[in-house]
Nanobody
Framework: HVQLVESGGGLVQPGGSLRLSCAAS????????MGWFRQAPGKEREIVAT????????YYAGSVKGRFTISRDNAKNTLYLQMNSLKPEDTAMYYC????????????????????WGQGTQVTVS
């Protein structure tokens, strides 16, 4: 049973920062790929960033590249998303999930291929 619990969201002014956390069960954390996704009202869920456990490879959506950083704390089975220079368009519910590896070193980028969705954490930039 996959267990993922997101936290760290909140209300922040434009230009501010937040750090999201995703606590995973040990079995879940062993999955090669974990990712952050977001969904704004009336929009489809979109990928934000992914992390490959074995290769250390990361992927960022173009809209967040240079502002967000995905990282892992293996001792705590926790995935993080450091978000800097936040913009109003970053406002959304943020989720973490696990997904399949691609070619053994990177992660797929399609949200429907991910599973174990947590309850999400709301980020509001205003």
């Amino acid at each position: 049973h996959v267990q993922l619990v997101e936290s760290g969201g909140g209300l922040v002014q434009p230009g501010g920062s937040l750090r999201l956390s995703c606590a995973a069960s040990e079995d879940t954390y062993r999955d090669y790929c974990m990712g952050w996704f977001r969904q704004a009202p009336g929009k489809e869920r979109e990928i934000v960033a992914t992390s490959h456990r074995r290769s250390g490879g990361t992927y960022y959506a173009g809209s967040v590249k240079g502002r967000f950083t995905i990282s892992r704390d293996n001792a705590k089975n926790t995935l993080y998303l450091q978000m800097n220079s936040l913009k109003p368009e970053d406002t959304a519910m943020y989720y973490c999930a696990t997904g399949p590896s691609r070619y053994g070193s990177s992660c797929v980028e399609s949200p429907p291929l991910y599973s174990g969705w947590g309850q999400g954490t709301q980020v509001t930039v205003s």
